[in-house]
Structure formats: C-alpha cells, structure tokens
C-alpha cells in the first residue's frame, strides 16, 4: 500500500493471476464479478479483508480474490472464520460456501456463526446441487431431482436456507441472483455494513448440472412478473406494469397477490416492507416463486450486539480490572508454602 | 512427587520399622456426598504441612447416578509421607466409607489389618438393599480383619449442626466435613485452611459455612475423645525432605492451563482456545476461561470440529491456536489437524486421553490414543507428540508444545490422561523469569514473499497474517507449489512437499534433549520403559527393586514423535526391555517399528494406575 498517493482500486486490482477454473457458464463468475467491483467501489483495503471457504465449486472463490483467503475443509468455514473474527475482529471477513458445504456437512457450524452474530458476511451460492462431485442431490434439491445418486428423482424435501437462517437467529438475511450485476453489489453493500453475521442467499445456476433451476423467475421474460425487489419502507410491488402487489388476504391474514385497479385494489392495500420484522420476513422467505412471486432484497436487517465484540469487552473488562496481571502472580496464586 | 529427578536421595527411603513412610486413604461415598471436596481439601492441608503427597480421585461418569448404588460411588485417595511420593498408592490403609455401597466397592482394596472407617448410621436396611448386601456386613464378620471404627456420622453430625436450624437435607451435606475433622485429627493435619476455604466458598450463606465449620470441628473433638477412650490414636506424618523453594499443590489440568499460558508469554503472542466440552478435558477450559485478562480468548464451540478449526481460524489470523479434548473427540478432530498440518499453522491439541474405543470410559484413565496421536490421519501427516508424565510436568509440557508449534509452524499433540488431569501433588512454583522466551516474528517483508517460503534449517514457512499490507496471499488443503504456494497437482511436486513436511518434523529431533534414563544406568540386565502418567508407579517400582540389588533402570519417554535421536541405541544396550502402559502395547509397537526392538509387553486397561506392587513382580520376574 502506497500512502503518500492511495491509488483508486479498480475490480481488476481485485482479481488474482490464478486462472479461474469454474465451468465456462458458471453463474459463479458473475458473483465473483460482483464482488470484486463491490470491494472496488467501498474502496476495501485488499490487505485488511479475508475470504474464508469450505469445499465445493463456490470455495474456490479465495483463490480468485487478491486479499487474504483460506480454503480450508468441507463445511467448517463458518467456524474458522469465527477463529479468524476471535483472533482479529478488525479484519473484514466473507464467508463464502454453497448449499452442500453451508447446509449439509456443514449445518451445524451455519446454525451457530448465525446465532452467536459473529461479524461477518456469508455468501452461500445456492445452485441446488452438488457440483464438484459431479452433480449429486442437495439438501436444497427440490424433492424429484434426477441425479446420480437419485436416479428416478429424489425423495427428500427440500430446506428453505433463508427460513433456516431466521431459525438460526440471523439478524441480516437477504437474497439476490448470480446473474443480477445490477442487485448484487446493492445487496452486498448492505451486507458488508450490517454489524453482525449477513446471510446472504445467492440463487447461482449450475450450467453443468443443473441448468435453469431457477428459471421460473429468473429467465428474462418472465423475471419481472415472478421477481420482487424488496425495499425497507417501500410497497412490495412488482410485474412489468408494476401494478401487482402482496397484501394479507383479509380474514385469513395469508399473502396474497392482487393487481392495483382490479377488485377496488389501492396502492395503498399493498404491503409496505419492514425489514425489522421477522413475522413479515419469514412470511416473504416462503413464497416460492412459482405460484407465488419469490422475493429478493433485504428481508430481515436488526441488528445487534456481535458475538466478536462480547467477547472483546470481556477480555477487556478483565484486563482493566487486573491491569497488573502477569505470570508469577498467576503462579504464586492460592495456597503457597516455603521449604527452607 | 515434588523433588525433581537428578536431586532425588536414593538412600531416603530406608524401611525403618518405626517410622512411617507414608500414608493411604481413601475417602469413598456416595457420588453426592462431597468425597472430591473432602479429599481435595485434606490435600491441601497436607500440602501446607509440606508432606509430600499423591492423589487419585476416581468418580462415576454419571453426576449423580441414584443414591446408595455401587455404580455412584465416588472415591478419592491421597498417599502422603516424609519421604518422596511417587503414586497414589497401591491399596489404602485407611478407608473412609460413607455408605454400604462405598464399602462394598472398596473394602477388597483396604491392607489387611487396615483401618476402616464406617457411617453406621447409613447401614439402614434400605441402604444396604440398594447396594446388593444381603447381611449387614458390619455385623457378619466380612469386617472383622480390620481395625473398624463405627460411627454414627450421620447422627453427630446433624448433632453437631443442630443450633444453625438447617432442613435435614442441608445440614447432612456436612456429614463429610465431619468426617474430614476426624481424618485431620488421626494425622495432625491442621483445620485452618479448610476453614478458610469454607468461609470463601459460602461467602453468601454464613449459616452454610458455620455449620460446615462446625461439623468439621464436632469430627475433630471427636478424634481427641476417641483417643482418650483407647480406640484410636492420633499419629503425626513428618514433612517430606525436598528441594527448598515455595510450593504449591497443582493437578494437571491446572499446571497445563498456566504451561500454555506461560508459552504464549514465551512466545509473545496471546492464545485463542477452541474447545468443545468433553471429560476430562474440560477443566481445562474452565481453567484458562477464568485468565482473561492474561489474554486468552476461549471459545466453547458447537462441536469438537468447530472447536479445532477455530484454533486453526485464529492461528492463521495471528494468535496461537489451542484446542483440547479427549480420545472421541481427538478422532472427530483429524480431518481439521490435517488442514493445520498442511497450511502449517501453529496448533497445540491438548488430548487428555480416557478409557476407549468409543465413548469407553469416561471418567477412567488410560494411554490409548498413541496410535491415534502418531499415525491417526488421513495422508502422509507428521506432527510432533509430546506427553506429561506427572501433573506439574504438564506445566513444562504445555510450554514445550508452544514452543514446537510455532518455531516449526505445526500443530504439537499433546498427550495427557484423565490421571494425570485430576491427579494433585506439590510443586515447586517455577522462576519463570528464569524460562527462555522464544518470540514470533511475523513476515512482513513482501520481497520475494510467498506462504510457503522455509527457513532453510528448520523448514518452518513464513507467518504472514490478514492484516499485513503486500502479502496478501491464500492457503488451503489442496496441495501447493513449493515455490510459488500456489494450488498444484503436480506429481513432482506432491513428492517434494510430501518429503519436506516429513522431514521437517522428523528434524526437530535435532531440536529436543537426548533421552536419559531416569533412574539407573545405560546397559544392563532391564530396562523398564515408560511413558505419560505411568512415571510415578514405575519410578517407584523400579528403585524398590535395585534396593533388593536388581540390575534394572527406568527410562521415562516424554517426545514420543519424533522420538530422541539417541533412543535406539540406549534400549540396545539392554538385555531387555519391559514397557509398562495403560494400552494394549501402542508405545511398544512404535518402538518396534522404529528400531526393531522386542519388548516385553505389560499392559493393563482397567481404568486404574499400575499398583507399584505389580510392576515390582513383573521386574523381579525378569530381572531377578
């Protein structure tokens, strides 16, 4: 780092020489795309960030990023980011893993870095599949998929990761999309200023696999009328005439979809989304974009106190209170007894 | 065991008729009748009369299995005398039972012509149903070769406890603290510290302390009015001759907890402990939880895994990573050590190892997890391994792992056992500004940088950290380019990185002292070989055997990988070698491997320590 003239970092400067080696189409080099020119635009210092990843085609990740990075076994980079975060909470930490390495080997370790609120950014690409191993069911597979190990589709239901994380005690939970160059830097801009642990579900197509999984909503023609962009304070609207909207049915307080000007339906009957309450982000978690539009944005963001910062000021609440603390001390403490 | 080995005065140990040696008790009840605390604050009276002692504390796994059961009896024994403790001792001269169950368990252990000391008044026939006694033993003569003491405990003391207006429930905890007046009174030990200790303990109940005083001094008047009718009589244990110096009482898990942190201050760099709880490694963690403000982080993890890869998480981000657990935990934990082990990371796993396969024994020692620590992983993965040999060598132990672990960026396994964890004896307090600092020095220089850079002697790699400007690089499991680091699948390659982590922990060989031999000379008729928490039974089974002129020494192995340079050829000076272990003959195996050497095996697995008089039968039978 030069300090006399700190030159703007571009996305480039982000970019390592290793050759990326996901397959040509991967939804993962849009993502890490984005999250290149992301750090380049909150001018991030290369030197203070870490990516931390387990195993799986998306934990290659650190490898393609020119800042700190640790690629380390299946399923357990949750925990050793939270060794990263205990030993140095001024590092920028993202966590990057996908549905296998995040919600199978390592569920677990995703429940509690989510509970405990370490601080840090998650990225979890979920493509629905198993890629590295070449294409196995996972455990967000929708139950009938065709894969070596399902020959005939699967017969285990799917999870919800985003449901999981509001299970977990997440406090900052959003969704985007590989492919959404536009929506993915805002989404990983609120994520990275969240204090706190930021889930973030990235809907990624593995072109090898399992292609166009999530094409009900994600394919062009269709996006607009199965996509809603969810905005604190904003009314939860979407369609190309931008005249649908969610609103609880009246009587049975379920979400339903309505079209402003049918039915003596307002702008005003439409949800407004608050992204501080969880009732309404675990009600928007759930639809699933096929009768029902998904919803991608902020779905959840209260933040809290951080688990790195409590364990900070206990030590340091320790330490102002034995200010003196030093070996022999410790040594000679309790019950001592002198032979001459 | 509080002399250090070269000061040892081989001649102190001469069996006068007249004077004492030492002393067995064995404080035996039910799981909740507070036995631990009776036999840990007799210890430390001891302790402070400079006796020298050992302890063995022996409980149930469960916390508190039914009352009066056999399976919830908990027992603790202590050895103490003027002359130089080696072991718990093989069989008590006094046992203390506090109910039929605590009787029945232990009485096949007490000397014949052993004291005894019974609760009578917990031989109620319902007791006796539940321990399995058909008769009451104390009247059918199973006691009658012992020197009994009967009483009523449980009476006197709610007699004693009688002014403080405590629920009948309450006031029979102190039913131990009677009966710990009486045992202080048989041997003179003083009733202050306990006192003392009470008070701190109840600070906020005074009614729970004064009576707990007050049975402990009930138990105390007792003992003088026993005596004066004939029954019983008091004798006085003389203080050990050791080495001059202030001493402390410490079990292993204590001494281990300040070794770390004595070698993080050694190292100049504060500790991050991931731990997952597990007996009888938790102590531990209780331990260095409560030293904060010496800089020790401690993280109590999701699970045994979450608990290793933080440490790893944290030694890559620039503390030094620790992690503990015991042998079921240590297996969950070997796919993690490889990834420390091939991103050369600094690492100390702390394996305080219990009975096994499987979940075993819990709460009962053993030495199985060798093979575990030596050849458990997956891959070519050589990592040092240490193990204690006595509770206040865990302090010197846990400052050897640091010092190992971060001069050849390695994870250090160290080898403790459940003994040795809650086992207690007097220490001599360390100089410890007399301890060589061996400080870390992070790379900062980007010239020429990459993360696996080596110092050409000890093939240690360059400690860059998140946070340093220039070298921003990545690590992981997947094989590197050994000039480069970067991800290779290169066959050549494979090899050359393969040989290097070999040999850069079979290089710290260079690094560690050459073995010696315990006690005795090098050649010879016998030699016993020992390892970990077995010190102390062979060490005393070994001199009591050349005082009957046996030609047989003790050499005690504390770097069991890679083993001392001079090893090999010291056990071929022998005619033959006996290795003692709490296995089924793990260190004999790797001993054979290492140097083709037939052994004979001795190896016990009954959740016990080796009694000293087996180990004497054994030796004579080679060496007589």
């Given at each position: 780092m030069n300090e006399l003239a700190p030159k703007k970092l571009t996305a480039k400067d982000f970019a390592t020489d290793q050759e990326v080696r996901w397959?040509?189409?991967?939804g993962d080099y849009a993502i890490l795309k984005s999250v290149q020119k992301t750090l380049a635009d909150l001018e991030a210092d290369p030197a203070n960030t870490v990516f931390v990843s387990g195993i799986g085609c998306s934990s290659r990740f650190p490898y393609y990023m020119a800042t700190y990075g640790f690629h380390t076994i299946h399923g357990r980079a949750p925990a050793i980011a939270t060794g990263v975060k205990l030993a140095n909470p001024d590092l920028d930490v993202w966590l990057v893993t996908g549905d296998g390495d995040g919600?199978?080997?390592g569920g677990n370790h995703m429940l509690h870095i989510l509970r405990r609120n370490v601080d840090l950014q998650i990225l979890l690409f979920n493509n629905e599949i198993y890629g590295l191993t070449k294409g196995q069911y996972s455990p967000t597979s929708r139950p009938g998929t065709n894969s070596p190990s399902s020959p005939?589709?699967?017969v285990e239901p799917n999870m919800n990761p985003c449901a999981f994380a509001v299970g977990a005690s997440a406090r900052f939970i959003a969704r985007t999309i590989d492919t959404d160059q536009k929506h993915m830097p805002t989404i990983l801009k609120r994520a990275r200023e969240h204090r706190g642990a930021s889930f973030v579900e990235i809907y990624q197509n593995c072109i090898v696999f399992n292609d166009n999984v999530f094409g009900d909503f994600t394919n062009k023609q269709v996006a607009a009328d199965r996509q809603i962009h969810a905005e604190h304070g904003e009314p939860l609207i979407f369609g190309k005439e931008k005249d649908k909207g969610l609103r609880f049915s009246p009587g049975d307080h379920k979400i339903e979809v309505v079209t402003i000007g049918e039915n003596g339906v307002t702008a005003d009957d439409i949800l407004v989304h608050d992204e501080t309450d969880i009732t309404i982000a675990n009600m928007l978690i759930h639809l699933d974009g096929h009768d029902m539009p998904v919803v991608l944005g902020v779905l959840y963001c209260e933040p809290g106190q951080t688990y790195n910062d409590s364990v900070g000021e206990r030590v340091a609440k320790a330490k102002e209170a034995k200010p003196n603390a030093d070996m022999k001390e410790l040594l000679f403490a309790g019950s001592t007894w002198t032979v001459d | 065991m509080a002399t250090q080995l070269a000061q040892?005065?081989?001649?102190?140990?001469?069996?006068?008729?007249?004077?004492?040696d030492s002393v067995v008790i064995r404080f035996a009840g039910d799981s909740g009748d507070g036995m631990q605390l009776t036999g840990t604050q007799f210890t430390n009276s001891t302790a402070l009369m400079g006796t020298d002692l050992a302890t063995f504390p022996d409980f149930p796994a469960e916390i508190r299995a039914p009352a009066g059961t056999t399976f919830g009896v908990s027992a603790y024994q202590i050895n103490f005398g003027p002359r130089e403790i080696m072991t718990a001792g093989d069989a008590p001269d006094v046992l203390v039972a506090m109910n039929p169950a605590a009787l029945k368990v232990n009485l096949e252990e007490l000397k014949p012509g052993g004291t005894l000391v019974v609760d009578e008044g917990a031989f109620t026939e319902r007791n006796l149903a539940k321990a399995g006694y058909d008769h009451n033993p104390l009247i059918d003569g199973t006691i009658s070769p012992y020197n009994v003491i009967k009483l009523d405990i449980t009476k006197m003391t709610l007699e004693a406890v009688k002014q403080f207006g405590l629920s009948n429930k309450e006031a029979l905890r102190s039913k131990n603290m009677w009966t710990l007046g009486l045992v202080l009174w048989m041997y003179g030990r003083q009733r202050a510290p306990v006192v003392e200790w009470l008070e701190g303990k109840f600070a906020k109940r005074p009614d729970i302390a004064d009576s707990n005083i007050a049975a402990l001094n009930a138990g105390h008047a007792f003992g003088e009015t026993l005596e004066l009718a004939g029954d019983l009589s008091h004798l006085d244990v003389a203080s050990a001759r050791v080495e001059p110096g202030v001493y402390r009482t410490i079990t292993g898990a204590e001494a281990l907890a300040l070794g770390l942190v004595a070698g993080s201050k050694l190292a100049e760099i504060d500790i991050m402990f991931g731990s997952y709880p597990i007996t009888p490694a938790s102590t531990l963690l209780h331990q260095l939880a409560r030293l904060k403000e010496h800089g020790v982080v401690t993280f109590q993890a999701e699970d045994e895994i979450a608990a290793i890869c933080a440490a790893i998480g944290a030694s890559f981000a620039g503390k030094l990573g620790i992690t503990s657990s015991s042998g079921p935990g240590l297996a969950l934990k070997s796919e993690a050590m490889g990834l420390a082990l091939t991103t050369e990371l600094p690492l100390v796993i702390v394996n305080s190892q219990r009975g096994g396969p499987s979940t075993g024994l819990p709460t009962k020692t053993e030495q199985s997890d060798l093979y575990q620590a030596?050849?458990?992983?997956?891959?070519?993965a050589p990592m040092p391994v240490i193990a204690s040999y006595a509770p206040g060598d865990c302090f010197d132990t846990a400052i050897e792992a640091v010092r190992l672990a971060v001069k050849y960026m390695t994870p250090v396994i160290l080898l403790t056992d459940g003994y040795l964890a809650n086992a207690a004896e007097p220490w001599p307090i360390p100089d410890f500004d007399s301890l060589k600092h061996f400080p870390v020095e992070f790379e900062t220089n980007p010239d020429g940088f990459h993360p696996y850079k080596r110092d050409e002697k000890t093939l240690a790699r360059n400690w860059a950290i998140p946070g340093t400007p220039g070298l921003e690089h990545r690590i992981g499991g997947l094989e590197k380019d050994y000039?480069?680091?970067?991800?290779s699948y290169a066959s050549d390659n494979h090899q050359k990185m393969t040989d290097t982590r070999w040999n850069k922990v079979l290089n710290i060989a260079d690094d560690i002292p050459d073995q010696e031999i315990a006690v005795g000379d090098a050649g010879g008729k016998l030699a016993v070989v020992g390892w970990g928490s077995t010190f102390g039974p062979i060490h005393r089974a070994v001199k009591s055997c050349r005082e009957t002129g046996l030609d047989v020494s003790h050499i005690h192995v504390k770097h069991i990988w890679p083993l001392p340079k001079n090893l090999g050829d010291l056990l071929q000076t022998y005619d033959q070698v006996l290795i003692p272990e709490m296995n089924m003959g793990q260190f004999a195996t790797l001993l054979r491997d290492q140097y083709l050497i037939e052994s004979v095996r001795f190896n016990q697995v009954n959740g016990q320590p080796f009694k000293v008089s087996a180990l004497v039968d054994k030796i004579t039978e080679l060496a007589g």
């Open positions: 397959c040509p189409g991967c919600l199978s080997i005939g589709g699967s | 040892e005065d081989e001649s102190g140990s001469g069996k006068s008729s007249s004077q004492i030596v050849y458990g992983r997956n891959g070519d000039d480069s680091g970067n991800i």
